[in-house]
């Protein structure tokens, strides 16, 4: 089975950017939707931004579109998350995760229930005010 391991959590200050990378194990076939999943605690596991490796669709939360950006580099099994105008509220352990899905469509609804099967083992980040 894949592994994903996360990198690029750390601290910082309200307004500033991270770029969280994950790194997959082998290569990722074109039937996956990719993603990040945030977690603070008390509180259950809540997606951000979602991908399909087929078709390249990319799908946010309401609470980071326009500020966070999912990307993927195929040539290095990398995911990426780009994270700007950071809030105090972007604090959480992040998670990058994968399910097989044939549609790209089907990532949309990995943003309410991220209901993925393999997960990395996180990366936190914590943004002061």
């Known amino acids: 089975q894949v592994q994903l391991v996360e990198s690029g959590g750390g601290s910082v200050q309200a307004g500033g950017s991270l770029r969280l990378s994950c790194a997959a194990s082998e290569m990722i076939s074109s039937s996956y939707c990719m993603g990040w999943v945030r977690q603070s605690p008390g509180e259950g596991r809540k997606g951000v931004a979602t991908?399909?490796?087929?078709?390249?669709?990319?799908y946010y939360a309401d609470s980071v579109e326009g500020r966070f950006t999912i990307s993927r580099d195929n040539a290095k099994n990398t995911l990426y998350l780009e994270m700007d105008s950071l809030k105090s509220e972007d604090t959480a352990m992040y998670y990058c995760?994968?399910?097989?899905?044939?549609?790209?469509?089907?990532?949309?609804?990995?943003?309410?229930?991220?209901?993925?099967?393999?997960w990395g083992q996180g990366t936190q980040v914590t943004v002061s005010s």
């Open positions: 991908v399909h490796t087929g078709d390249g669709r990319t």
């Open positions: 995760a994968a399910v097989l899905r044939t549609y790209g469509s089907a990532c949309s609804l990995l943003i309410t229930r991220p209901n993925f099967t393999t």
